[in-house]
């Protein structure tokens, strides 16, 4: 997947600035695509010079003018051609933190606990966040009404899957943790 489908996906709520869009993706797709601001302002450059975005200049009192940015007809044909896209393979888990726990019996088992807790302070506060979202998303309604009465589901069925995620780093973590401390009381050998 290409950065412009994430920018695409995240321009569906409607016009936003570069510095917008750096936020929404930090509450929103975060949790299935990252990106940094850099990234994120060149690919808007190229989609405007493609013609998938059109921006505008809004001018402001005391601060830099600000560009903002709006899927055009072409960038809404886009969007319709990439979900009618057949998926590739299944994305791969790249993350150091497992590297380091598999590393954990020739390595420093402290240092790779306190990893692994601190992966889980991260997945409760992201965890946190995505209700905070979800609950914004809702706005006093059941899940049930919002899925008949909401102009889009997307939105939430990604965040749900992004929870899922966070509570699976949740449950992984006090699991390893538990086998860390195990290993941490087993006499080594030679003792």
């Known amino acids: 997947m290409a950065l412009r ?4 996906a995240a321009l569906l709520e409607g016009e936003a600035s570069g510095y917008d869009l750096a936020k929404a993706f930090d509450a929103t797709v975060a949790n299935f695509w990252m990106s940094t601001p850099q990234q994120l302002y060149r690919e808007l450059d190229r989609m ?4 998938l975005v059109t921006a505008r200049v809004v001018e402001q009192e005391r601060r ?5 940015y709006s899927l055009t007809e072409a960038g809404r044909e886009a969007v319709r051609a990439y979900t009618a896209e057949p998926l590739g393979k299944p ?5 150091e933190l497992l590297v380091k726990v598999q590393c954990l019996d020739a390595g420093d088992l402290d240092a ?7 992966r889980m302070e991260w997945a409760t ?5 995505y209700e905070r979202l979800r609950l914004r998303l809702l706005d006093g309604r059941s899940e049930e009404a919002y899925f008949a009465e909401a102009e889009r589901i997307g939105p939430y ?13 949740l449950q992984w973590g006090d699991m390893a943790l538990r086998r860390l401390d195990q290993r941490a009381a087993m006499p080594q050998a030679g003792e």
Do not use: C
């Not at 606990?113 to 601190?118: I, L, Y």
């Open 157 to 169: 069925l990604t965040l749900l899957r992004g929870m899922s995620f966070e509570r699976d780093n």
């Open 125 to 129: 506060a992201k965890l946190a966040r």
């Open 112 to 118: 790779v606990r306190h990893a692994v807790t601190e």
């Open 64 to 68: 830099p003018n600000k560009r903002l």
């Open 48 to 51: 405007e010079t493609d013609g």
């Open 91 to 95: 994305a791969v888990i790249r993350d």
């Open 5 to 8: 489908n994430a920018v695409m």
